[in-house]
């Protein structure tokens, strides 16, 4: 199976900061990379589509890119609606894995 | 505007059985991909099952892989999982998503709309 680890898991931030979180996978997932936002007691939200491909209504701030193992998202002006998990999922092969998350607070 | 609906939810032994529902609108159902995600309590993001628009093709997570069924109805634009021999380990929010293509092999699969979850718990 493919492992997906994220970093760091957590971070603290302040509004205006430029975040980038990492996501690694163990073996090759070419670009079949998503990512998605989760706010607490809401459904997970699709940021970036296949490593870079920004969603139809999400904010340009926000930008992916990576191929193969190494990824990375990245908010390039930190706003107060953007404190919340960051999931990044592969589903380049089965079991399709999401990563255990990266918690972005105040 | 797209909406998902899930229903079915609730307390169920261990051993038991519960039947989830999603009920689909503001888009052509048959045209896309549906799965089943569950985030235990506190926990991350599990993709559950995943079934192609024309239902020929399914996947399963290892986790529910004999107990748990996906299917559809594309003339009620409904998705359902049905669930046995259900663990306390099952126990998590299940939300119902659309991909944003057709079938899910060979393309990026990417849920671009959720419902609100429902919550199933395993007790006794």
């Known amino acids: 199976d493919i492992q997906m680890t994220q970093s760091p898991s957590s971070l603290s931030a302040s509004v205006g900061d430029r975040v980038t979180i990492t996501c690694r996978a163990s073996?090759?997932?070419?670009?079949?990379l998503n990512w998605y936002q989760q706010k607490p007691g809401k459904a997970p939200k699709l940021l970036i589509s296949a490593a870079s491909s920004l969603q139809s209504g999400v904010p340009s701030r926000f930008s992916g890119s990576g191929s193969g193992t190494d990824f990375t998202l990245t908010i390039s002006s930190l706003q107060p609606e953007d404190f919340a998990t960051y999931f990044c999922?592969?589903?380049?092969?089965?079991?399709?894995?999401f990563g255990p998350g990266t918690k972005v607070v105040i | 505007e797209v909406q998902l609906v899930e229903s079915g939810g609730g307390l169920v032994q261990p051993g038991g059985s519960l039947r989830l529902s999603c009920a689909a609108s503001g888009f052509t159902f048959s045209s896309y991909a549906m799965s089943w995600v569950r985030q235990a309590p506190g926990k991350g993001l599990e993709l559950v099952s995943v079934?192609?628009?024309?239902?020929?093709?399914?996947y399963y997570a290892d986790s529910v892989k004999g107990r748990f069924t996906i299917s559809r109805d594309n003339s009620k634009n409904t998705l359902y999982v049905q669930m046995r021999s259900l663990r306390a380990e099952d126990t998590a929010v299940y939300y119902c998503a659309k991909a944003l293509t057709f079938d899910f092999t060979m393309v990026v699969l990417a849920l671009d709309s959720w419902g609100q979850g429902t919550l199933v718990t395993v007790s006794s």
């Open positions: 079934i192609s628009g024309s239902d020929s093709t399914t």
């Open positions: 999922h592969q589903t380049y092969t089965t079991p399709f894995t």
């Open positions: 073996q090759t997932i070419s670009r079949h």
